[in-house]
């Protein structure tokens, strides 16, 4: 790598050109990314890429005027100092706010570039550009704020919602409900069997991260997201896979008292906590009518219930 100061105007005039290609690529990206879930979000990234557009016309012109038609290949990977970007534009689909702050980042960056490179030069013409374009990008920092800080209109803020029940809410409803009632079985068949609070509670936890381990991956490999919108597909599985386990140690976490009779007790309120969680989550992000809510909960946990404790007393 290339230290700043051993730079050549020439060599700076064309890592500016190839700053401004850069970034004009990048908000082209987050334009496009955020095209169908926050339009007026992505109308603003497109007015940036028109920005930087105008700024690499008049870089290229000033190095065609000074130095000819060849420009070297200078990147910012090249030159020590810069901002190692995570690439947030290659993610799919995008998220807003880290969009925003990438903007803000970037604009910020290539400021100071700008400022660096204008005390270096001691060519007039070429001082006043890349004068005016810190100032420019000074501006575009400013707007990259206000962006991030702006409120979403009522379309986007339902989209936005309507992404986060899909990314979120559905995966970790989904390892919650299997969680609590997948476990309950073995659980408590284990409880009746043995009378011992620690046997069952190995016999919880096995149960558990087995399912969350196996839900995790279920989910992870179902879809990738890419036609779906549902995000990416191993922080689906992490989710799915987290609340499963979750759910599932929940109920098990009660047999570390050493009184069985006791540790069922609690275990049971503990489980319908549960049931009355899940009924509540689709309440409210899904639109379930309460009533069905909690006869497809409790129904369900209540049969899996009956079937641990038959087989524990058989």
């Not at 919108?229 to 140690?249: K, N, V």
């Not at 109920?251 to 319908?272: D, F, G, K, M």
């Not at 969680?277 to 069905?292: G, V, Y």
Request: overall charge negative; charged content about 20%.
């Amino acid at each position: 790598m290339r230290s700043f100061d051993s730079l050549s105007e020439r060599e700076i005039l064309a890592l500016a050109i190839s700053l401004e290609e850069e970034d004009a690529r990048i908000f082209d990206d987050f334009a496009e990314g955020l095209k169908d879930s926050y339009p007026a979000q992505s109308q603003q990234f497109a007015q940036l890429r028109l920005s930087e557009d105008t700024h690499r016309h008049r870089l290229l012109d000033l190095y065609r005027k000074r130095f000819g038609e060849h420009v070297p290949l200078i990147r910012r990977e090249d030159v020590r100092g810069f901002v190692r970007r995570r690439p947030v534009w290659l993610v799919r689909p995008l998220g807003l706010n880290a969009v925003r702050k990438a903007a803000e980042v970037m604009e910020l960056e290539t400021k100071g570039f700008y400022e660096a490179a204008a005390r270096r030069t001691t060519d007039v013409g070429m001082r006043q550009l890349l004068g005016d374009l810190a100032e420019e990008e000074r501006h575009h920092a400013h707007a990259a704020e206000r962006m991030a800080q702006s409120s979403l209109s009522e379309e986007e803020s339902a989209q936005q919602q309507r992404l986060f029940i899909l990314q979120v809410i559905q995966p970790a409803l989904a390892g919650l409900m299997d969680g609590s009632v997948s476990t309950l079985a073995p659980l408590f068949a284990a409880a009746f069997a043995t009378h011992n609070s620690l046997d069952t509670f190995r016999v919880g936890l096995a149960a558990s991260l087995g399912a969350g381990i196996s839900m995790g991956f279920a989910e992870a490999l179902s879809d990738d997201g890419n036609l779906t919108g549902r995000g990416h597909p191993w922080a689906r599985g992490g989710i799915c896979g987290l609340m499963t386990t979750l759910g599932g140690i929940g109920h098990s976490l009660p047999y570390l008292i050493s009184n069985y009779r006791a540790a069922t007790w609690i275990a049971v309120c503990v489980v319908a906590i549960e049931l009355g969680l899940i009924a509540w989550i689709r309440r409210r992000f899904m639109d379930t009518p309460w009533s069905t809510a909690v006869i497809q909960v409790v129904l369900g946990g209540a049969l899996v219930f009956l079937v641990g404790i038959l087989i524990g007393c058989s």
